[in-house]
């Protein structure tokens, strides 16, 4: 019930070896920095010339290689085409003018799309074909997989995004693993108790003690949050949980189950 399999389908996620020998989903938020730094292949560090943080003028990244002029760039059903020379450049990635790069620790895959305004603080690990948006806000040991959307004013913190994981709008989410979810404007995954103590799960009459002080929110696959909407620390949703706008969750729900903001929490179970 609160394996990682139970939540994610890992065979979706470049990730997976996270979640080795985990007993608990949670655990991978123990091993998070390690795997981040024994895992990324840092390819910025031609972007960021004599370690100038402010990217000032337009680039592309591709096969590793920085090209500065002479290319042209569209979008096409979604997707970032880049030519050269009238050839597409299967696979390159854009950073554009005004994107922060605040130190060499950070990888950014293929076909993704850095705007203007975002701030990256490594590490952080960047999949393939996905899009920072302007304003976006990586705060540092961060993974970001394939297919996501990190949103305008998005701060991400100590957290993975396993892949097709949207969060286009004002979104925080500290120390928490988002798989398969698109979260509406304004979700917060809440990581940090008032009261000074360790986040404890209580699922039925059984208390899981984490040990984590910092622990935000599981989100399994198909979830999906209304906007306003907030998750307190030690939230875990199994797949496809419906949070309704403005609305706040606590504690472990089970798979299908949709919650309600009315005078109190309403649940019931998505058909």
């Known amino acids: 019930m609160l394996k990682p399999e139970d939540f994610f389908d890992l065979s979706q996620t470049q990730f997976k070896s996270l979640f080795d020998n985990t007993e608990y989903v949670w655990d991978a938020l123990k091993k998070l920095k390690k795997y981040i730094r024994d895992n990324i292949k840092p390819n910025v560090s031609n972007l960021r010339k004599k370690d100038e943080v402010f990217i000032n003028k337009t680039l592309v990244l591709y096969d590793d290689k920085i090209i500065e002029s002479g290319f042209d760039i569209s979008i096409s059903k979604k997707k970032l085409i880049i030519k050269k020379d009238g050839e597409i450049l299967d696979g390159a990635s854009v950073i554009y003018a005004g994107a922060i790069l605040m130190d060499d620790e950070i990888y950014i895959g293929k076909g993704t799309i850095i705007e203007p305004g975002v701030l990256i603080k490594g590490p952080a690990i960047i999949g393939d074909n996905t899009e920072l948006r302007q304003g976006a806000y990586l705060r540092g040991d961060t993974l970001v997989g394939n297919s996501c959307v990190v949103g305008h004013t998005t701060e991400l913190k100590s957290c993975a995004m396993l892949g097709e994981s949207k969060a286009g709008h004002f979104a925080y989410i500290g120390d928490s693993i988002l798989g ?58 199994g797949k496809d949980v419906l949070l309704y706008p403005n609305a706040t969750a606590r504690g472990y729900y089970p798979p299908k189950t949709i919650i309600k903001l009315k005078q109190t929490q309403k649940l019931e179970q998505r058909m």
Not at 207 to 229: P, Q
């Open 180 to 237: 398969k979810v698109n979260l509406g404007a304004g979700t917060k995954l809440a990581n940090l108790k008032i009261v000074e103590s360790n986040v404890v799960i209580n699922i039925g009459d059984r208390k899981y003690k984490t040990g984590l002080r910092k622990f935000g929110a599981i989100l399994a696959d198909g979830t999906e949050t209304g906007c306003n909407s907030v998750t307190t620390p030690g939230t875990i949703f």
